[in-house]
Every structure is written in C-alpha cells, then in structure tokens.
C-alpha cells in the first residue's frame, strides 16, 4: 500500500477505486431466524446455493457452508430445499 | 382543526382544501408519502382530484400543463433529479402563464444522489420565472399552498409556484397543524377561472405559439409578473389574517432585530434553531435578532434592505451553493439588496447538513468572535473513514507511480460482493447475481437507478469487482451506448451490461431503451421487474398488473401491465427472453445466449417482492415459480423473430388464483375478478402459442 498522507479527500465525481468494499456491511446483523443444517441431509443439489438472494451459501465437499455475517435470515434456503436439509430457528441473541 | 401530520400529510390536506381538478406527479423520495397520503384521500372520497400517475417528471409537468392550458386547477409534487427532469416544460409553463403549484420536497440534485435537503434543486430554477415559498413547518406547508394558489392564480401574475418543504426535516416529521375549514378556504381561495388560458370550442384560441422578435416583449411580461406578485402576496397575506386568524408579516419575518448586534438569516427549517439562539443569547445579554427569507422568488429587495440597514453583523446561513461564485446563494442575493454589506456580511454554508442546536450554536459562536466577515463550510469537509473506504491512496498511487493497485476478479470470485443492502428475501438480488455469473472480468455493469443500485454501490463502498457505472433513471439506455461506442473505439473488448427495475424500462428509461435498440447497440439488458417503484416505497408503474394495490393504486390498479417483450420484439433484430429466479439453470442459458447474441439483448425477469406484494420473505422464490405455473409470466424467447415458448407441463399448470391468493398485494378481488384474471391469462397465453405457431414475423 502506497503512503497515506495525512488527510483524504475523496476521488473527483466520486469514483470508488475500490472493490468488494459492501462486504464492510454486515447484512447478517439483521437476522431475525437464522438457518440451521441438518446433518446427513444435503444432496448437493445447489437450489440453495443459486437462490440466496445474499450469495452466503458455498458449496463444499460435504454439502454447505454458509456465511452467517450476511445472511439476512429471510429463509428462501430452507422452504426450496427439497431435502430438508434446512431448517429456521429463532436466534438467539446473546 | 387541529391535526398531528407529516409534512406530506399537511401538503394532501392543503391540496383537497384547494379543490385541484387535475394533480400529476412521479414518484421520487421525498414526495412519496405525499402520493401515498393523496391516493389514500382520492379512494376515501375525500377528494375528487383526478389523479395521473404519470411514467417520468417530464410527463408529470406536461400533464399539469397540458390540464392547465384547458383551464383546470393543477397540482404537482417532486424533488430533486426529477425536478431537474422537469425543467423544460417548467419553463414552458411559466412562460405560456400557467398557475401550475409545485410542491417540491426539496433534495439535493445529483450527482452524488443525496438525500438530504439543500435547496439545489429549487434554486436551480430561480430563473424559470417561478414562484417560491420556503416552509419552516408543516403549518406554513398548507398555509403557504393556498395562498400560493391564489397569488399564481391572480391576473397580474400567471406563474407558476414552488412551495419547497425540506424533504424528511417537513416530509417525514409530524407536528400539530392547524388544518383550515373547508369555506374558509373557499372564500380565500376563488375557482380558478382563467381569461388568459383555456380550452373553448366557442372562443378558439391559440396557446404557446412560437415568438421570435417578440420574445423580449412577453419576457418582460413575466418579470413584471414576478414583480408585481409581491404586493399581490402581500394582499392575500392580509386577507389571510382577517379569514384564518394566523398572520405571515410578509415575504420576509423578523425577530428582535431592533437594535441587534448581529442579525442571523435562514431559510427553512434552521429558522426554528436560529430563532432558539436569538432567545438564548438575548437572555445572556447578547443582542442577536433573526431575518427568516420566506419568499425566494419574488425575492423580498426592499424588505432586507430596510431590515439590515444599520445592523452590524449579519451571518447568512446558506444550504446551496453556486459554484464559480465564493459565497452561497441566499448571501449573494442579500449582498445585492445591500448598499454596503462589505465587513458586516458573514457565511456560513451548511449544505444539506442535519443542523442540532450544538451546531447551530457553534455557527453563532464563531460569528460573534470574528472580527470583520468570514465565508465557512460548516462541520467536517471530508470524512476520512469514507475517504479511505473509497480507495483513495489507491487513486494517489496510480497518479504519482502510475500503480494500479485494484485486484481484478479473481477465478471463483463472483461480480458483485456481499454486503449488499436490499430487503430479505429480494429475488431481484438472486437474479443479477445469476446473471453476472455468465459474465468475466471484461465486463461493464451499468444501470438504472432503483432497488438494486441503492443496494449494491452508495457511496463509500460499492459491491462490484468489475467496472461499475450508475446513471440516474431517464438516461442509463443512452449512456450504455456511449460506453458501448466508446469502448469499442478505444479497442476494448468488452461486454456491456445494464440491469434495471420496470419502472427504469418500462417507463421513464422507455425512450433511451429504445433508441439504443433500434441503433443495434450490443448491450446486454436485463429487467428486473417488481412490478411497481419498490426503491421509493411501492407505487405503480407500467408494469403493475391489473388489480395490484401500491400505494398510488390503494383500490386496485385499473389499467393492465404493459408488454415490455412485446415493445422489445417490434425492435426486429433483437434477442429477447423471459426468465425467472425459480428457474436459475434456464434464467443462466438465456444469460450466456444474450451475451453472445451479437446484437441487443434483453432480459426481462420477474423478480417477486416481499415487501411490495406483501408476502413472507421465504416464499419468494415460491411465487416466482407460480407465476410461471400459471402461465402469469410464461417463459419465452424471441430472437429476431422466432417466438420459442416454455410450456408449463400439465400436472404442474395451476390456476391463476393459486398465485393471486399467495400475496397480499390482490387480497381484495372477488372471486369473479379472479375468474376474470383467468380468462385474461389464458387469452395472453393463447395468444403467445399461436405466435410460436407463426413462425418468422
């Protein structure tokens, strides 16, 4: 990274010369329900994977993972899954 | 009676009380809760204004005209860009002397798209020969509406007026209104009956015609017009006492500026907090007063002149600012009523800045210190959090060392990151992301503004790994095709994509959709359509279905949707196709297939919403795929031509009251309704196979 200098501007007609930066917003905060696997279940159909609104599921060799900072809990995984690999919880907030 | 409203509710209220025959309006935020208060007194009966939603601002403002030429009383309502948008017939207006009142929830003009109020789009049209009444309150919201409509409305005038309310500062904030009875308002306010302007078979006239050498003379008629409004405000301001019992001194207020040794001046709402310092500070001895500018247009010369003649300091608080001149816009205006304003006329420029008492007393503090007079911009300039956010030692670096230090898209990597804002449950979401994955780092993403741009690049951050370009919502289609040209002529190979909601393409962004796909530009589009404005809180648009509530339609959309597809389709050469979230393999083919089409390509998905349609954020998905299943939204292609249909299999056909009984949005309709949206459906359907059957076109 270059040297910054003591006080930043912003880039004229505000160009962002950065990428990805929204990941700084943590959408999962949000969540009222939150998705819980069911282990055994998952057949890797990836329906959950290409209908996450919030792009936090990932495919993985055992089935899913999935990103709970962004996840906004709206539950599109668990009701599409023909499996029910999937279920909604109440979270808990500590 | 006295009522607890919002700006926008004080604004419906004044507008019923002015018997408006014709309003027209476009929904843009601030304005919205105004149309959702109006649409909702229109459905009680309360009022009988006939109401226009209208496809854009520039459609909004003719129709007012276009209804003020044939003699009706008119009303409008926006902000911002869209006042901007409205700018041409705005002066066609005040020059062909129509009394159109609008209300504007003021917003700063773009770009950056603000939020906040500063007057920039308002003052933008200090010279359209306009009337503007600036609100503090919601009070002088309905206060400043009925005497604006009598002072347009008066012969020796024929302009057109402003009344500005701050937009969330009025718009969205309640407070006690003192709302008028209906004959009182009847006797200040007479009908309208123009003698100038009118639609009669009996007396034809001619309006608007053009005027070469004699456009100096009916100039001079509306600066006359202009001038002569200030005693005709002063007239009705009497009138205005001796009917309703509150008084308005005049076009300008002032407060303990008799032997005061500084003098604030403010426009809006920061009068409120100006007025709290002039207490204060008179309490401890200090002798401040307050000039508050309640009339910008015709602006009150003599009035200032008079106020400020012999006060020692003045401090002029201003929002907006005109570049190229040092000092904010009010300041320079007050300058000019002055014989010598110099050493004693201080500014400070506040912008579209939320003003507290802590703020407002630092401005004050820093005023009575300084010796002679001073120009400041309020608070902090530019937030280095932001700053950093937005990569600008990446900037530094690529000017000093020509370094360029952005990673590209990485294989694995999607386009666009998370972190994006949109509601739970926003399947117009999951169809960009399907989309973008058929695209590589030699792409552009452009669009509309909407839903999905709010959710995805606000500045600081953005959530795209590819170049991002966001026009605002008339104008994406032609800029995409200035990249487009421009690219190919710099020798970059790379794919143009544009994403917009319906209301971008179906309606106001229509005109540059189409002439970029009548030039044959090879852009990628891609419709997500949710069926109404769903990024200023639901209103209807061309493509909200019969029957549909918004909240401009709250009994139900009277007219059908408009066929984009079919709008596309007439283009000729042209690849389009429906596609739906439910379906993400299919929706992915048509992706990669429009990529590579070769010529214009368009993609029109229908994106369910939650919050718009009124269902639970998990069913999405699930309605997605019923409007498919019941041939609501059949998936189909089109290529230059060629009509390919998807046909739902048998056992998974369902009737279309299976969809409409999903969603709150069609709660309302009677069973023999749904029968009839069956038959609509079926027909369209019919209608779709028989043009498969057809072949070549």
Redesign the interface.
Known sequence: ??K??K?????R???????????????GS??VFIPVLVEGKCNQCK?CY???????ITMTDEGIAI?F??C?????C???CPTQAIV?EREEVS | MMMYLSGSEALAQAVKLCRVDVMSAYPITPNTPALAALSDLIRDGEMDTVSVNAESELGSMLICSGASSAGARTFNCTAAQGLALMKEPLWMASGMALPVVVAVASRQLGSPQGLLSDFSDCFSERDASVLQFICENNQEIIDSMILAYRVSENAKVLLPSFVVYEGFRLSHSHEAVDVPDRELVDRFLPPYNPKHAFVDPDYPITQGAGAFTHYYGLKHQQYRAMLDAREVILDGLKDFEGIFGRSYPGLIETYKTDEADMVLVGMGTIVSLLREMVDEYRDKGIRLGLLKIRVFRPFPEDEIAAALKDVPKVLVVDRAVSPGRRQGISYLEIASCLDNHKGRLSNYIISGNDMGLKEVREMVEDSLAAKGSFLKWQGTVFDQGAASLTGFPNFQALVEKEEKNLPCLQEGEAIMAQGTTTCAGCVSLTALRLALSQFDKDTVVTNNAGCLMAASAIFPVTAFRVPHIFYTYSNAGAAACGLEVALKRMGKKMKVFLFAGDGGMFDIGLQTFSAALERGHEIVYMCYDNEAYMNTGVQRSGSTPWQSKTKTTPFGKVQGKKSIMKIVEAHGNVYAATASPAYPKDLMRKVAKAKEAGKPAFLHVQTPCPTGWEFPDEKAIEIARLAVETNFFPLYEYDSGEVKVKKPAKKKLKPVEAYLKAQGRFSHMSDADIAEYQKIVDKEFEELLRREERGTT
């Open positions: 990274m270059p910054q200098p006080t930043l501007e912003y880039v007609g505000g160009s962002i010369h950065a990428c990805a930066t929204s990941k700084a917003l943590k959408t949000w969540r329906l290409w209908y996450c609104p919030d792009a936090c990103d900072d962004y906004k809990g709206c539950g599109i668990a009701l599409e909604m």
